[in-house]
């Protein structure tokens, strides 16, 4: 069983590994407690078999929070009821041994005596009624003193083994017997019959507190048992699609979960049963649609992943071209990459398939002829703009513009 916090996990393990707990012996006391209150019930219940001493120190009063804590590691639990002790609280739900003969694998809990006991010993603690009646067991008076029935002063269960029939615990009434006996006056016997009566019903209440968690700690074991199953299935059919060559499929997958359907989302995928060699066409089939879609979509991320290095390259190459001390009005009239990318040459180099290796230095090859001619064109461009934007003065003696335009 995990115990619920990292930082003693080394030391815990130490010690379930080296049976029989023959190093907690030698540590000191106080290290020792400090240790056991990390552990899980069932291994407090481990420890406490290992020897005397441990169970000695374990039960004592004042180390009842070593199993405080203990029982605080189980998800959900109800808390320890007051008419038991802590150990007794976790033997009952985490030991499946007879309460009775000590006998192990017993896994029937009378919840409403709060024990665990073998078809044996539930015979052998318990009573009928009638056998209640014919051996005179209860003071005939403590029922009248109490106002009660025998249903409220003791709790009766119905088994339907060997034979079906209501029965009354007998240590449960023996307790009450001998606290009877030790009354003198009406009022402390009173008393007793009234805290008698409240044990009984509180017993009734957390018992029913009890099945519930169990049912609810059934289900939930449930549930993680039949996660492990699907969490094998999936990496099951990973491992086949990996053999197969999709492995860049589910990487991308894994990576793009809010993007693309992932194996997580096959209905076949996510099944508890043990994946078969029998099933696998089936269950391929039912992916690959599922891993083309992933495989298109992997090769358009990375083809855009391409692109944008190889015009970052475009970009840097001409911003190198242009980077000269001390600047001037030329290194910063520059193009951009866009100016230049969808040139042939450029398109060549951007284009290329992904297996051939583009570097900045294939750019810089290319990049200052196109500078050249970007430079023509935009000077062309500029005095086209400024003689459309000029008044007719062709008419006129000595004209002007066309000298002063000549530099360009
Ligand atoms: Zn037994």
Redesign the pocket.
């Known amino acids: 069983m995990p115990a619920t916090t990292d930082a003693p996990a080394k030391l815990l393990n130490a010690v379930r590994q080296s049976p029989p707990f023959g190093a907690l012996h030698q540590l000191p006391s106080i290290v020792l407690r400090e240790i056991l209150r990390y552990l899980h019930p069932s291994d407090l219940l481990n420890v406490a078999r290992t020897s005397k001493a441990l169970r000695k120190l374990m039960l004592r009063r004042e180390n009842a929070y070593i199993w405080r804590e203990g029982l605080k590691h189980v998800k959900g639990l109800p808390a320890c009821p007051a008419f038991m002790s802590e150990p007794a609280y976790a033997h009952i739900i985490f030991s499946a041994t007879?309460?009775?003969?000590?006998?192990g694998d017993?896994h029937n809990v009378i919840w409403s005596w709060f024990v665990r006991?073998?078809?044996?010993?539930?015979l052998?603690s318990s009573c009928t009624y009638r056998e209640m009646q014919t051996a005179s067991l209860i003071p005939q008076d403590a029922l009248v003193i109490g106002e009660m029935t025998l249903k409220e002063m003791f709790t009766l269960i119905q088994i339907s083994s060997p034979l079906p029939s209501y029965r009354f615990h007998l240590p449960q009434i023996d307790r009450f017997v001998k606290a009877w006996k030790r009354t003198t006056t009406y009022e402390e016997r009173y008393e007793l019959c009234d805290e008698q009566g409240a044990l009984v019903k509180a017993m009734k209440e957390r018992a029913t507190e009890c099945v519930k968690w169990l049912e609810w700690d059934e289900e939930r074991k449930e549930c993680e048992r039949r996660a492990a199953l699907i969490e094998q299935r999936i990496s099951d059919v990973i491992n086949k699609l990996q053999a197969a060559g999709w492995d860049p499929e589910i990487r991308y997958m894994d990576d793009h979960k809010s993007k693309v359907t992932t194996l997580r989302d096959i209905p076949i995928v996510l099944q508890t049963s043990q994946l078969t060699d029998e099933e696998w066409p089936l269950i391929f089939d039912a992916i690959k649609p599922t891993l083309e879609v992933a495989r298109t979509a992997r090769l358009a991320d990375e083809r855009h992943l391409m692109l944008k290095s190889r015009t970052n390259m475009l970009d840097e190459a001409i911003r190198d071209q242009f980077a000269t001390l001390p600047r001037s009005a030329h290194s910063f009239a520059r193009p951009y990459y866009i100016d230049l990318a969808f040139k042939p040459e450029c398109r060549e180099l951007i284009d290329a398939s992904a297996s051939r290796l583009i570097t900045k230095e294939d750019f810089s090859l290319v990049v200052p002829g196109l500078v050249v001619h970007w430079e023509e064109e935009c000077k062309r461009g500029f005095k086209e703009w400024i003689k459309n934007r000029l008044p007719d003065t062709s008419s006129l003696p000595g004209n002007p513009w066309p000298r002063m335009l000549a530099p360009w």
Request: net charge neutral.
């Open positions: 007879c309460h009775g003969c000590g006998a017993v006991y073998c078809d044996k010993c539930l052998a």
